[in-house]
């Protein structure tokens, strides 16, 4: 039972989601472990937090699915340390030659230049603004953004280009931005999204480890709705058979914390993430693995995830109807309308630069 390819030990991943590090589908070699000969035993190192720098050369990504409000995003970071073993981007991990498991929760990479970059990138001549989105894959406010500030940095610059942006987060971290985001949301300029999957702490602890605790983060709502900044909850991911009977609960939790709408998505288990939540499942929920998993294949044609538009994020069938129906009738009695009103486009200016001629006229 190593790290290459096998359940890791209890004690050198504790604090982690995943509970393996199975190689990506990129690399070439699957991960062997070599014992080096001598009959001594060995201690081995845990899953310590690396971060690595690297130099962007561009930041706005652009998307053209039909599923998504938006139609860019920037991320600041790729891997998250947030850990949780159900997130959707871990394969993303694979194109660095890394693990969607442990890797991608462990071994970070912050692109220290991202500020910068998006600067330039919307001063050129050809920019045409639209909502971005931030944290749509990694978590931009995970615990190395205290130590980095690259999401508070980006945040100024979109300030000073009165740039409309939408933020997800799970992090408690955004509430030191507030002195940025108040100021914005008077102009219509942000919107900020809070993922609550379970109000259960033994499940979120185990699930999502180094999240704040449900209540923590139903705190931030209140927070950043005090302060002016509209706040969507977001209950994602749905877990059928493990959280699913907890929307009502959590809807009316959010409505109490301050939320003005809410939204769901159904848990998606693309490529190296499927794998990962059934390891999971057999370790911490073993009775119930079986449900979780005949539900998802239910919804998605017997496979385990379909990746079509227009179906990935909710899957179809009598149980995603019902899931789909009851947090509709929850929203609506709470008042938590699935839409919001739109950012501010209009607003939108490029800031002088430090040795622009200044207009004497």
């Not at 498991?101 to 330039?120: Q, S």
Request: proline share 7%; glycine share 8%.
């Amino acid at each position: 039972m190593d790290e290459f390819g096998d359940i890791v030990e209890h004690t050198r991943r504790r604090g982690r989601g995943a509970l393996s590090n199975v190689a990506g589908r990129f690399e070439r070699l699957a991960r062997v472990e070599a014992h080096d000969g001598w009959d001594i035993p060995e201690a081995r190192a845990g899953f310590g937090t690396e971060l690595r720098v690297e130099r962007a050369g561009r930041i706005i990504t652009y998307n053209r699915s039909p599923d998504l409000p938006f139609d860019r995003s920037i991320n600041p970071y790729r891997g998250c340390e947030h850990g949780c073993v159900y997130c959707f981007a871990r394969p993303s991990h694979a194109y660095l030659g890394l693990s969607p498991g442990l890797d991608f929760e462990t071994r970070l990479v912050a692109k220290e230049n991202a500020p910068e970059v998006l600067a330039r990138e919307l001063s050129a001549r050809s920019y045409r603004v639209a909502p971005l989105a931030i944290g749509t894959n990694t978590d931009p406010y995970q615990p190395v953004e205290k130590t980095q500030e690259i999401m508070r940095r980006c945040l100024e610059v979109l300030r000073d280009f009165r740039h409309p942006v939408a933020i997800v987060t799970k992090g408690a971290l955004i509430e030191r931005d507030i002195d940025i985001l108040a100021p914005m949301a008077r102009d219509g300029l942000v919107r900020v999204g809070v993922s609550v999957t379970t109000l259960d702490n033994d499940v979120a602890r185990r699930m999502e480890p180094r999240v704040p605790r449900p209540s923590r983060r139903l705190a931030v709502i209140r927070r950043l709705s005090e302060a002016g900044i509209p706040v969507r909850l977001m209950v994602s991911p749905v877990v059928p058979g493990l959280t699913d009977h907890e929307i009502e609960a959590i809807l009316e939790a959010g409505r109490d914390a301050g939320a003005d709408a809410a939204s769901w998505i159904m848990l998606r288990l693309p490529r190296e993430v499927s794998p990962l939540v059934q390891e999971w499942l057999q370790a911490h929920e073993p009775g119930r693995a079986g449900k979780v998993m005949a539900r998802l294949r239910e919804m998605h044609g017997g496979k385990e995830y379909d990746a079509r538009w227009s179906h990935r994020m909710r899957g179809e069938g009598p149980h995603a109807r019902m899931i789909g129906a009851r947090f509709k009738t929850a929203a609506r009695r709470l008042g938590l309308a699935e839409g919001q009103p739109g950012l501010r486009c209009d607003l939108f200016r490029v800031p002088p630069r430090v040795g622009d001629q200044l207009r004497l006229f």
